[in-house]
């Protein structure tokens, strides 16, 4: 079945550093990924989302590229922030675009930044 | 901006006791979700719904059943509460099936 692998566990980075989070997927439909975020005692929020191969799609300093050669969606950021702390979650629309009715979560990488 | 609320935002329960979350949306959306979240396992979809007075079954529906009595209005609800429902649950919806989802702001259960 439809699927995503993405980097889990506790990420953490010193501010000002570059970071990527990992997401790969499994789908034999038309894929449609997103990237949720997620901040302490908050609920998920979109962060960005993409269906055009290689196209890259950016939010907040956030971007990712939709690489269907290679099935993956990874998150980048030139630079994080100490805001940039939350847990950041991949997800794939199952059954693909247009007929699909949920999406299938990653289970999630948590991002720490230090000063 | 979308607007989706639950109730309560906490919850104590007793095992074996009924525990009912509800969640309501302004959105004008069909979809709506039930999610719980652990450390460790990410977002798992319990319960959802694409139309009222219709529910259909997620990846872990075993232990909760679902209400959606009107478009706007979608219940979860815990027959007999367990020590391993201790979670804390959101409420979704979206416009459709593969749209973006609103998230409530989450209900935290813990069942003693």
């Not at chain 1, 997103?34 to 005692?41: A, D, G």
């Not at chain 1, 055009?52 to 690489?67: I, M, P, S």
């Not at chain 1, 199952?94 to 991002?111: D, H, N, P, V, Y």
């Not at chain 2, 609103?102 to 935290?108: C, D, I, N, W």
Request: aromatic share 12%; with cysteine; net charge neutral.
């Amino acid at each position: 079945g439809d699927s995503v692998t993405q980097t889990e566990g506790l990420v953490t980075l010193t501010k000002g550093l570059p970071v990527m989070l990992n997401c790969t997927y499994q789908t034999t439909y038309s894929p449609f990924l997103f990237w949720y975020v997620q901040h302490l005692n908050e609920a998920p929020k979109l962060l960005l989302k993409s269906s055009t191969d290689n196209k890259r799609t950016e939010h907040q300093g956030f971007y990712a590229t939709l690489h269907k050669s290679s099935s993956s969606f990874h998150l980048q950021k030139s630079s994080v922030q100490l805001s940039d702390s939350a847990l950041y979650f991949c997800a794939l629309i199952e059954g693909g675009q247009g007929t699909g009715s949920k999406l299938s979560f990653g289970k999630g990488a948590k991002l720490t930044v230090s000063p | 901006e979308a607007a989706v609320t639950q109730s309560p935002r906490s919850k104590v329960a007793v095992t074996g006791g009924k525990v009912t979350l509800s969640c309501h949306q302004t959105n004008n959306h069909d979809y709506m979700y039930w999610y719980r979240q652990d450390t460790g396992h990410g977002l798992r979809l319990i319960h959802y719904s694409y139309v009222a007075d219709s529910t259909e079954k997620g990846d872990i529906p075993d232990g909760y059943k679902a209400s959606r009595p009107s478009q706007e209005n979608f219940s979860l609800i815990l027959e007999l509460a367990s020590l391993s429902q201790t979670a804390v649950y959101f409420c979704a919806s979206s416009d459709w099936g593969g749209g973006e989802q609103y998230f409530g702001p989450g209900t935290r259960l813990t069942v003693l």
